[in-house]
């Protein structure tokens, strides 16, 4: 497992579309048993290395219902985005994640996680690759016990998603609480 990990690590497949190069941010154990599987990282993490170090993970990890040191036990959680280096800006946010990445890496390394319970899917990008179909996020968010046991779809967790979250209060009223009730009894 950490061979492969430490080869997606060097991938510089689609450096060339890159504006800060590449910088693959992945994290996965054998014993990982949640897989968060996102966008791309944002432009802070790019700059730190460290996956969800920023706004949008403080309030994941308040979703989730977990500390910091629990988040970044990666026996707990694997992070395996859609794109694994950050693609740059877009009109609103970031650009979305590199097509590439996805197809190129997603199931040789799940393949090699053998204790997973659940995948978490973060946003549209993740939602519509492992759930394709006419279903939009929201629709897919409010849905989630269809898709359960294998997937759990949430919106991004951005400032950008303030609004989208604003509009939908029963997300943060009646899904989070059931979420996190869902991710202590994995690992606990």
């Not at 990990?5 to 693959?24: N, V």
């Not at 046991?149 to 950008?160: A, I, M, Q, T």
Request: one cysteine or more; glycine letters at 6%.
């Amino acid at each position: 497992m950490q061979e492969l990990l430490k080869e997606a690590r060097a991938c510089k497949f689609c450096e060339k579309h890159l504006p800060l190069g590449a910088r693959p941010i992945v994290e996965a154990t054998k014993k990982s048993k949640i897989v968060l599987i996102s966008q791309a990282p944002g432009r802070i993490v790019h700059q730190s290395g460290i996956a969800w170090n920023d706004q949008s993970g403080k309030k994941l990890r308040e979703w989730l219902g977990v500390k910091e040191t629990t988040f970044y036990d990666n026996n707990n959680f694997a992070i395996l985005p859609m794109g694994f280096c950050y693609p740059g800006k877009a009109k609103n946010g970031d650009a979305p994640p590199r097509k590439e990445c996805a197809p190129m890496w997603h199931d040789t390394i799940l393949s090699e996680l053998k204790n997973v319970q659940l995948k978490i899917l973060i946003g549209a990008y993740a939602a519509n690759y492992y759930l394709p179909g006419k279903l939009n996020l929201t629709e897919k968010v409010s849905a989630y016990q269809d898709f359960l046991p294998d997937y759990w779809c949430l919106p991004h967790p951005s400032p950008v998603n303030r609004f989208w979250r604003s509009k939908n209060p029963w997300f943060e009223q009646e899904v989070v609480p059931k979420l996190q009730a869902r991710i202590q009894r994995i690992i606990d």
